[in-house]
T-cell receptor, first 112, second 112 residues
Framework: QKEVEQDPGPLSVPEGAIVSLNCTYS??????FMWYRQYSRKGPELLMY????GNKEDGRFTAQVDKSSKYISLFIRDSQPSDSATYLCAMILTSGTYKYIFGTGTRLKVLA | NAGVTQTPKFQVLKTGQSMTLQCAQD?????MYWYRQDPGMGLRLIYY???????DKGEVPNGYNVSRLNKREFSLRLESAAPSQTSVYFC???????????FGPGTRLTVL
């Protein structure tokens, strides 16, 4: 079993839709949680960074962490064609063995 | 301020050839990383350097060596390339291990 599971998609939605992207993880020791966006043939770039359970909002993006269920989500409101990209979740463990684990990514296409 | 730069952008090798991928960052970050990205596998950590003078193995270190030349530069060497090393290689840096990582544009490597 992978430590981090992410549905690869692709996910196609109409412009203006609310998008929900999710990851589950198996190691309850993960401390920090991130969402990265990666456009085709580019390096990933950070969207959201959280370290506690609950919600964090930044513009049209909301990151949600549920440590009891080992589940994280990214919501995109009023999705735009420019949001079409691959979204990667990532998690960090720094106590004991250092781990920075990425999910496999979900491909999102927002249709105009 | 260029961020993280990588050279070369593309490379084709024959099995058994060696090469070094170069990475430099101008953000005065302490930590640097090398990843490979393969379809369906996501980003996998090859090696990382928590600070100048230290290097550690990541998830998939076999077949690779690294050198943290100074605070700015972190190189990845393939001593005897194999077709299984065909991938896109990303270098990243962060202020410290638990911080946001900033990625370079990637090197597309094909081993024939």
């Amino acid at each position: 079993q992978k430590e981090v599971e992410q549905d690869p998609g692709p996910l196609s939605v109409p412009e203006g839709a609310i998008v929900s992207l999710n990851c589950t993880y198996s190691n309850s020791a993960f401390q920090y949680f991130m969402w990265y966006r990666q456009y085709s043939r580019k390096g990933p770039e950070l969207l959201m960074y959280t370290y506690s359970s609950g919600n964090k909002e930044d513009g049209r993006f909301t990151a949600q962490v549920d440590k009891s269920s080992k589940y994280i989500s990214l919501f995109i409101r009023d999705s735009q064609p420019s949001d079409s990209a691959t979204y990667l979740c990532a998690m960090i463990l720094t106590s004991g063995t250092y781990k920075y684990i990425f999910g496999t990514g979900t491909r999102l296409k927002v249709l105009a | 301020n260029a961020g993280v730069t990588q050279t070369p952008k593309f490379q084709v090798l024959k099995t058994g050839q060696s090469m070094t991928l170069q990475c430099a960052q101008d953000m005065n970050h302490n930590s640097m990383y090398w990843y490979r990205q393969d379809p369906g596998m996501g980003l996998r950590l090859i090696y990382y350097s928590a600070s100048e003078g230290t290097t550690d193995k990541g998830e998939v270190p076999n077949g690779y060596n690294v050198s943290r030349l100074n605070k700015r530069e972190f190189s990845l060497r393939l001593e005897s390339a194999a077709p299984s090393q065909t991938s896109v290689y990303f270098c990243a840096s962060s202020e410290n291990l638990a911080d946001t990582q900033y990625f370079g544009p990637g090197t597309r490597l094909t081993v024939l």
